[in-house]
């Protein structure tokens, strides 16, 4: 049994909610593999359980798996924002969905995610202590850089597929291209701080501080 397996056997399991959303997917859905795995959602779960995040943004629903992974975490009076494209997805996600507690405080938009960023407003909907990007992969240095003026100083980002299959040495494209200068932003950049967890497909968490026109410092008791 190597690391990874272990830690897999080793973590908590996925709740049944968790465990009947995955099927409903893989049965209801032609693109299963893109739902977060167990020990990925588990580890979204304690991230937005340690931060414990007042507004929360999620690009890239699909099923809503990750959503209700986040949405533990979340303050009671806060709002967990989803950006999802396809609405054939809206039955699934709501079926499930409204058997979690909270699930009150989802705020689904069916758009695209850098039309959700570039609308943003920061006097209704403040500043996002916690974003979890999954969209699509070729946009997502656009999504960074639409993201940063939103962020709260001292929220977090967490970017998905940052590994990309172990292939970014050598895949040719839009997506591994747009990764590649993703990854290489996230190092240089001096005001994030980031440390790339190596679960699922590779998760970047991205610590956001001293920011310009950071209107709100976003401090958390652990």
């Given at each position: 049994?190597?690391?990874?397996?272990?830690?897999?056997?080793?973590?908590?399991?996925?709740?049944?909610?968790?465990?009947?959303?995955?099927?409903?997917?893989?049965?209801?859905?032609?693109?299963?593999?893109?739902?977060?795995?167990?020990?990925?959602?588990?580890?979204?779960?304690?991230?937005?359980?340690?931060?414990?995040?007042?507004?929360?943004?999620?690009?890239?629903?699909?099923?809503?798996?990750?959503?209700?992974?986040?949405?533990?975490?979340?303050?009671?009076?806060?709002?967990?924002?989803?950006?999802?494209?396809?609405?054939?997805?809206?039955?699934?996600q709501d079926k499930h969905?409204?058997?979690?507690?909270?699930?009150?405080?989802?705020?689904?938009?069916?758009?695209?995610?850098?039309?959700?960023?570039?609308?943003?407003?920061?006097?209704k909907n403040g500043a996002?202590?916690?974003?979890?990007?999954?969209?699509?992969?070729?946009?997502?240095?656009?999504?960074?850089?639409?993201?940063?003026?939103?962020?709260?100083?001292?929220?977090?980002?967490?970017?998905?597929?940052?590994?990309?299959?172990?292939?970014?040495?050598?895949?040719?494209?839009?997506?591994?291209?747009?990764?590649?200068?993703?990854?290489?932003?996230?190092?240089?950049?001096?005001?994030?701080?980031?440390?790339?967890?190596?679960?699922?497909?590779?998760?970047?968490?991205?610590?956001?501080?001293?920011?310009?026109?950071?209107?709100k410092q976003r401090q958390?008791?652990?």
């Amino acid at each position: 049994m190597n690391l990874l397996e272990f830690a897999r056997a080793s973590s908590t399991p996925e709740s049944p909610l968790l465990a009947a959303l995955r099927k409903a997917t893989w049965q209801q859905t032609r693109h299963g593999r893109l739902m977060s795995d167990p020990h990925t959602g588990q580890v979204l779960t304690m991230i937005s359980q340690l931060l414990q995040p007042q507004i929360a943004l999620e690009l890239g629903t699909f099923s809503g798996y990750g959503t209700l992974c986040l949405l533990k975490g979340l303050q009671s009076d806060g709002v967990l924002h989803t950006v999802e494209r396809n609405d054939e997805l809206f039955c699934l996600q709501d079926k499930h969905w409204a058997q979690a507690k909270g699930h009150n405080r989802i705020q689904r938009h069916h758009a695209l995610a850098m039309d959700v960023l570039v609308q943003w407003d920061m006097s209704k909907n403040g500043a996002i202590d916690l974003a979890y990007v999954d969209a699509d992969k070729q946009g997502i240095v656009d999504q960074l850089n639409a993201l940063l003026p939103l962020m709260s100083n001292g929220g977090w980002m967490l970017f998905d597929n940052t590994w990309w299959n172990g292939t970014l040495s050598d895949a040719t494209g839009a997506k591994p291209d747009a990764l590649r200068e993703l990854n290489a932003r996230l190092l240089s950049d001096s005001t994030l701080t980031t440390t790339v967890l190596p679960i699922g497909d590779g998760l970047s968490a991205v610590r956001v501080s001293h920011h310009e026109g950071r209107a709100k410092q976003r401090q958390v008791q652990v």
